[in-house]
């Protein structure tokens, strides 16, 4: 399958700084990016969906200047916390699809640990 | 509005077979995925139907029914790599990605 490259793996920050967290797919074009945040013992919570060169779409609840995406080019996307706070601290996921061709499949970042102290 | 029910958590023998269930509501339908997580790492993708039936694949087997807005994972020959959480997700007519809690697997020797 299609290779999506998340990074970094594991970031420890301070309450009050930014952290900013990539998702690449290395071998094919991802017209659309998602971001999942996901909290112990819980399914994936959809954050946005990002589309190439236009502003993601963020899910109710989910602050937009808090959580700013941007989906620069077919191959990134980036998700970055501003003033983080103990309570961002979670595993956020990204994902990619290319939906102008006929696999629907979604392919994962290896995720990301968020750890605000 | 659009919804996923599977188990919470289920325990299986070693070498048995278990059969994991997902039944959604979702508006519109554009396949049923199920995906293997294992703690701490991302999902990995198990198998997708968008036709009625079972696609087998290896140890892992996948059935669906548009009908009856339900679909099973069956794992056989279970090993006790295979003690995860499996989650459920069906994709409405925007292609969105509706997941399911997940179940978690548990592999008793």
Same mark, same amino acid.
């Given at each position: ?5 998340? =990074? ?28 999942? %945040? ?11 969906? &990002? ?19 941007? =989906? ?12 983080? =706070?103990?309570?961002? &601290? ?6 990619? %699809? ?20 | 509005?659009?919804?996923?029910? /599977? ?11 278990? #059969?994991?269930? $997902? ?5 519109? +339908?554009? @396949?049923?995925?199920?995906? #293997? #997580? ?6 990995? +993708? ?11 694949? @290896?140890? +892992?087997?996948? +059935? ?23 989650? $459920? ?6 292609? /969105? ?13």
């Amino acid at each position: 399958g299609a290779v999506v490259s998340q =990074h970094p793996s594991r970031v420890i920050c301070k309450s009050g700084t930014s952290v900013k967290i990539e998702c690449r797919s290395l071998d094919f074009q991802a017209t659309t990016m998602f971001w999942y %945040r996901q909290f112990p013992k819980k399914s994936l919570m959809l954050m946005a969906t &990002s589309n190439e060169g236009s502003k993601a779409t963020y899910e109710q609840g989910v602050e937009k200047d808090k959580f700013l995406i941007n =989906h620069a080019s077919l191959t990134l996307s980036t998700l970055t916390v501003t003033s983080a =706070h103990p309570e961002d &601290s979670s595993f956020y996921i990204c994902s990619a %699809r290319d939906l102008s061709g006929t696999d629907t499949e979604a392919f994962f970042g290896q995720g990301t640990r968020l750890t605000v102290v | 509005g659009q919804n996923i029910d /599977q188990p919470t958590e289920m325990t299986a023998t070693e070498g048995a077979i278990v #059969q994991i269930n $997902c039944t959604y509501q979702t508006s519109g +339908f554009n @396949g049923l995925f199920w995906y #293997q #997580q294992h703690a701490g790492e991302a999902p990995t +993708f198990l198998s997708y139907n968008v036709l009625d039936g079972l696609e087998e694949k @290896g140890r +892992f087997s996948s +059935f669906l029914s548009r009908s009856k807005g339900y679909s099973y994972l069956l794992l056989k020959e279970l090993q006790m790599k295979d003690s995860a959480s499996y989650l $459920c997700a069906a994709m409405d007519s925007n292609y /969105q990605l509706i997941w399911g809690a997940g179940t978690k697997l548990i592999i008793k020797p």
